[in-house]
């Protein structure tokens, strides 16, 4: 099953701009993590905010979480053609016995025009 | 990239056949983890191995079994293949600390897995 839930499931917008995902989730988490995939290909890592912090940066990247609302939201500034892709958020949570999973959820379609 | 490879890259079975993917960990990681990604869905949990043992599934039924090599990296073997095993099959690999957290997990680029 899906615990992290993205919304929009697509988006469009031109080059430059501002691009916002937002993710929901379920349960407790140990910290969330972002990634881009393009085209059906492997996933790449782009942030990991722990579940005792509030906001990180990695260049164009902002995240945020709010674990009382159990939401978090990717901000791309500046977003170039190269952004095209598809963005996951996956929650690390425990598995059972001592194993750690990302449940991922079904991912925004970002279309950046140039 | 990651230094994660898998192989092969692309697969095309029948029902009811047999399959063996392969997974070589990065460099200095120990924990391996499969995927499953539907067309159009985000990857599910199949597995993780560590130390050369299963130590947590997903929602997968038996016929889904892996093995972890010395050197780390994996196999996924799936058995009685069905229409609905078609995805994209992602490795990941990362490094368990001695506390337990295993936090980034990099991902390998994937095997597609077509069942006719």
């Known amino acids: 099953s899906q615990q992290g839930e993205e919304d929009p499931q697509a988006l469009s917008i031109q080059e430059g701009e501002n691009a916002t995902m937002n993710c929901s989730y379920k349960t407790s988490i140990n910290n969330l993590q972002w990634y881009r995939q393009n085209s059906g290909r492997g996933l790449v890592h782009l942030i990991l905010i722990r579940s005792n912090e509030r906001e990180k940066h990695s260049g164009r990247l902002r995240v945020t979480l709010d674990t009382s609302k159990k939401s978090s939201s990717l901000l791309i500034t500046a977003s170039r053609a190269a952004d095209t892709a598809s963005y996951f958020c996956a929650t690390d949570a425990w598995a059972g016995g001592s194993a750690r999973q990302l449940t991922f959820g079904s991912g925004t379609q970002l279309t950046v025009l140039p | 990239e990651t230094g994660v490879t898998q192989s092969p890259t692309h697969l095309i079975k029948t029902r009811g056949q047999q399959v063996t993917l392969r997974c070589s960990s990065q460099?200095?990681?120990?924990?391996v983890s499969w995927y499953q990604q539907a067309l159009g869905q985000g990857p599910q949990f199949i597995f993780q191995?560590?130390?050369?043992?299963?130590?947590g599934r997903g929602n997968f039924p038996p016929r889904f079994s892996g093995l972890q090599f010395p050197n780390y990296s994996s196999e996924l073997n799936v058995n009685a293949l069905e229409l609905d095993d078609s995805a994209l099959y992602l490795c990941a690999s990362s490094s368990r600390q001695w506390s337990g957290n295993t936090d980034t997990q990099y991902f390998g680029p994937g095997t597609r897995l077509t069942v006719l």
């Open positions: 460099s200095g990681h120990n924990t």
């Open positions: 191995y560590y130390r050369e043992e299963e130590n």
